[in-house]
C-alpha cells in the first residue's frame, strides 16, 4: 500500500497516470468535496464511488473554493491536511487539488468513465451534468442518504457543554 502522500499529485502528473490506466482497460472513476472534517458520509460515498470503476480520483476543494462554497470560518482543516486524510483510505488511489467552484475542467482534463456524486444530488441536479453528458462520462449517484453534515456536527460541537 502506498503512503497517503503519494497519492496526491499535481493534474499534469495525473493525467499521465490516467492515460496509462486507460491504455490497461481500466475504468477511472471521479469522485469530489470538501471532506472538510472527514466524516461517515464521506467514508460511504468514497466507497460507493470505488466500486464504480477500477482506479478512483478524488478532487478536493482548496481553501480558496471552500471558504467561496460554505462561508466564514471554513475550511475548519486546510486543504493539504484534507487531501492527506483522503488519501489515507484504502479506496482512493489519486487525490487532487482544485479551486474551482466545480469540476467541469477536471472532467475535460481526465475525462473519467464515471463522474460520481453523493446522495444530496440527483443525476438531473449534478452541477456538471452537462459537460459529462458531452464527454460520454457517465453520472453515478452514490453512498448513503445523505444524513450525515459537516455543518451540523461543527454546530453540535458549538453548542455542547463545555467543562
Known sequence: M??????????????????????????????NGCFDTLHVGHIRYVEGARREGDVLVVGVNADSSVCGLKGPGRPILDENARAQLVAALRSVDYVVLFAEPNVESLLEELRPDVHAKGTDYTVESVPERAVAARLGIRVAIVGDPKDHSTHELLESIRKAPHA
Not at 3 to 30: C, D, N, P, Y
Open 2 to 31: 502506498r503512503e497517503a502522500a503519494s497519492k496526491i499529485i499535481s493534474r499534469e502528473m495525473l493525467r499521465q497516470k490516467l492515460t496509462e490506466h486507460k491504455r490497461h482497460g481500466q475504468r477511472i472513476v471521479f469522485a
